[in-house]
């Protein structure tokens, strides 16, 4: 007995933890901050953990009266229907529910590269081939339709990150409303706004409700989630808000109880903690600033909760910030092996970032230096 063919399949690599780190390292995991998987630096919401912890003794039910209250929580925020709401294990489970509802054997999906891995794994896995539309480097990572257009050949799904991650530029309105427009009918735009509450850009929502100008639509729907602003990574919640003409599929595609009672019960709690999502919000732009400002690399402007910073040889780089406590995430694997990329922490803990990215920098070259004096010494001879 065997698995089916899973050799196109390739595992994700998360953002190393501390435990992780330290373990390796031999070292305290104390001594260590993590800024490698865009978390929350300021924890969850203290009203979450209070919901989460109230909802405990309640554990042995399935989850139908939470489900119910934090779609309809959902519902108000967004001004959308509920079935609009696809409730599901984080983010990364609405990309498989809306793969299941709309991938046939050999679909494909266009994604962009550098970019998010999860979109192209969970095509494989609903039998879907993958193609790329590239964001350049050189132009700062910047999207719009002709980048996406120009790559596009028929694909079922096209997925836009707006913050984009891990460069963190953003895709105007109107250019989603562009390549929605110019693909074929049966194309759905998904935009992914894990990082929609720390930029200044309006939500797409507007694009799947046709408001704020735009026509109404039924082919985009938009990714959150509870990860990254709301500080609930630990507990996996995240909804697609899908066009109301085909929201019914859900009811067909989800795995039962889609998301848990926990999760529920912390996201509707967190969904009315507007405090702790600014202060989170505040912190990380003030973080952006300061990194931009004082780091002695090449900074990208960013809408998200990280900022992308160009080193030369960012697993060196990483390693040594790592060997100093601060961990980052080397992005070798996005296919940027010359960039690293930094969460937002705390304000004490961005100083600290940045003073160990420039420790690390000054210290690679003076390796650098003392390496080429030591080839030219042999060249020399
Ligand atoms: C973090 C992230 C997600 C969702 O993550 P979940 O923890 O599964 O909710 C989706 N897209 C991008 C680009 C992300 O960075």
């Known amino acids: 007995m065997k698995p089916r063919d899973l050799s196109d399949h390739v595992a994700y690599e998360p953002g190393r933890g501390i435990e992780e780190v330290a373990r390796e390292l031999g070292r305290d995991p104390s001594e260590f901050v993590t800024l490698s998987s865009n978390e929350n630096p300021h924890g969850p919401s203290p009203a979450a953990v209070e919901a989460l912890q109230g909802a405990a003794e309640g554990v042995n039910g399935y989850p139908k009266v939470a489900h119910t209250d934090l779609a309809s929580a959902l519902t108000h925020r967004w001004d ?52 790329e539309y590239p964001l350049s480097k050189d132009e700062d990572f910047a999207q719009d339709a002709g980048t996406v257009l120009e790559a596009y050949d028929g694909e079922r799904i096209v997925y836009l990150t707006s913050p984009h991650n891990p460069s963190g530029s953003t895709i105007p309105l109107a250019e989603v409303e562009r390549i929605a427009t110019e693909t074929d009918e049966r194309t759905l735009v998904v935009v992914d706004e894990a ?40 507990v996996r919640l995240g909804y697609a808000v899908v066009p109301a003409e085909w929201a019914d599929a859900y009811a067909r595609v989800n795995t039962p109880f889609a998301a848990s009672e926990l999760a529920c019960r912390a996201g509707a709690a967190a969904l009315e903690d507007d405090e702790h999502v600014s202060r989170t919000v505040e912190s990380a732009r003030w973080a952006r600033e300061y990194v931009a400002e004082h780091a002695n690399a090449h900074v990208w402007p960013s809408d998200g909760n990280f900022v992308l910073v160009e080193v030369g ?18 992005c070798t694997s996005f296919g940027l092996p010359e960039c690293v990329r930094i969460t937002c922490g705390t304000d004490e803990e961005t100083r600290r970032a940045v003073e160990t990215l420039n420790g690390a920098l000054a210290a690679l070259d003076l390796a650098d230096d003392a390496n080429a004096r030591a080839n030219s010494e042999v060249s020399d001879r």
């Open 80 to 131: 959308v229907d509920a079935a609009q709401i696809w409730l599901a294990n984080g983010g990364d489970g609405a990309i498989d529910y809306l793969s299941r509802a709309l991938l046939d054997p050999a679909d494909a999906v266009l994604v962009p590269a550098p970019g998010f891995t999860y979109y192209g794994m969970s095509a494989r896995f609903h039998h879907g081939e993958v193609r």
């Open 313 to 330: 040889d960012a697993t060196s780089v990483a390693e040594v910030m790592r060997e100093r406590g601060v961990i980052v995430r080397d």
């Open 195 to 234: 990082y929609g509450e720390f930029a200044e850009t309006d939500s797409a929502v507007a694009l799947v409700e046709g408001r704020d100008g735009f026509g109404a639509r039924d082919d985009v729907a938009v990714l959150r989630t509870f990860s990254k602003a709301y500080g609930l990574a630990g």
